[in-house]
């Protein structure tokens, strides 16, 4: 087993070192090298991983899926929830999926990568919706965006998909755009450059998750 360490909290992960090693290639550089690590079988990831993303990644290395829930149509008519924006709901599993996809990237596990875009693309398709097709604004939240947009350089995927949201569903849903100063300028330059490059294109009703696991 190796013995992992996540966060300030040093928060412990065991996980059987020939899963880890045969999906990430950082892990499996340091169980291969002279080091302290490699002898003791355990290594401390960088303080802002957070333990909540590693426990996520931990269950897609077991079971090779990644746990999530639909919108509860039902919970956001009742009171209170139904003065709150409907993306409140999603709100902290597109910021896990996001920090996923980045601890992934960061661990160069890329079948983990691509797992992380497919769950994510899934659930901006399958529920920006309710049971009657009306567009409700089950969206990323300004915290998704900050997350993938600190965690990643440009002219990457994650951040491809969340733009590719934004330009295609965002318009149809009563909900405001996060505001200038609440996430990097560069989401705002991305989502105005695609918007005007899809400008004479038909209107998507979903996004294609090939154009991002390819």
Same mark, same amino acid.
């Given at each position: 087993?190796?013995?992992?360490?996540?966060?300030?909290?040093? *928060? $412990?992960?065991?996980?059987?070192?020939?899963?880890?090693? &045969? #999906?990430? /290639?950082?892990?499996?550089?340091?169980?291969? =090298?002279?080091? @302290?690590?490699?002898?003791? %079988?355990? @290594? %401390?990831?960088?303080?802002?991983?957070?333990?909540? /993303?590693? +426990?996520?990644?931990? *269950?897609?290395?077991? /079971?090779?899926?990644?746990?999530? %829930?639909?919108? !509860?149509?039902?919970?956001?008519?009742?009171?209170?929830? $139904?003065? =709150?924006?409907?993306?409140?709901?999603? +709100?902290?599993?597109?910021?896990?999926?996001?920090?996923?996809?980045?601890?992934?990237? =960061?661990?160069?596990?890329p079948e983990g990568k691509t797992a992380a875009l497919t769950a994510l693309v899934t659930k901006l398709n399958d529920e920006h919706v309710d049971e009657n097709r009306n567009r409700i604004g089950c969206f990323p939240g300004k915290k998704a965006i900050n997350i993938m947009y600190e965690g990643t350089t440009e002219y990457n995927l994650g951040r491809d998909v969340?733009? !590719?949201?934004?330009?295609?569903?965002? %318009? !149809?849903?009563? #909900?405001?755009?996060?505001?200038?100063?609440?996430?990097?300028?560069?989401?705002? $330059? !991305?989502? &105005?450059?695609?918007?005007?490059?899809?400008?004479? *294109?038909?209107?998507?009703? =979903?996004?294609?998750?090939?154009?991002?696991?390819?």
């Amino acid at each position: 087993m190796i013995r992992i360490i996540v966060g300030p909290e040093e *928060q $412990r992960f065991s996980i059987h070192e020939a899963l880890l090693t &045969a #999906r990430s /290639t950082f892990f499996k550089n340091i169980m291969t =090298r002279d080091c @302290v690590e490699a002898e003791s %079988k355990t @290594v %401390k990831l960088p303080d802002e991983v957070d333990p909540e /993303t590693f +426990a996520l990644y931990e *269950q897609l290395v077991y /079971t090779g899926m990644i746990p999530g %829930k639909r919108f !509860d149509t039902e919970m956001y008519a009742e009171e209170p929830a $139904r003065n =709150r924006e409907p993306h409140e709901f999603c +709100a902290k599993e597109y910021e896990n999926l996001c920090g996923l996809y980045i601890l992934c990237e =960061r661990i160069e596990d890329p079948e983990g990568k691509t797992a992380a875009l497919t769950a994510l693309v899934t659930k901006l398709n399958d529920e920006h919706v309710d049971e009657n097709r009306n567009r409700i604004g089950c969206f990323p939240g300004k915290k998704a965006i900050n997350i993938m947009y600190e965690g990643t350089t440009e002219y990457n995927l994650g951040r491809d998909v969340l733009v !590719d949201a934004y330009a295609e569903f965002a %318009k !149809d849903v009563p #909900r405001e755009m996060p505001a200038a100063k609440e996430v990097p300028v560069e989401f705002f $330059r !991305d989502l &105005a450059i695609s918007m005007i490059s899809d400008g004479s *294109q038909p209107k998507l009703d =979903r996004l294609d998750i090939g154009l991002y696991t390819a």
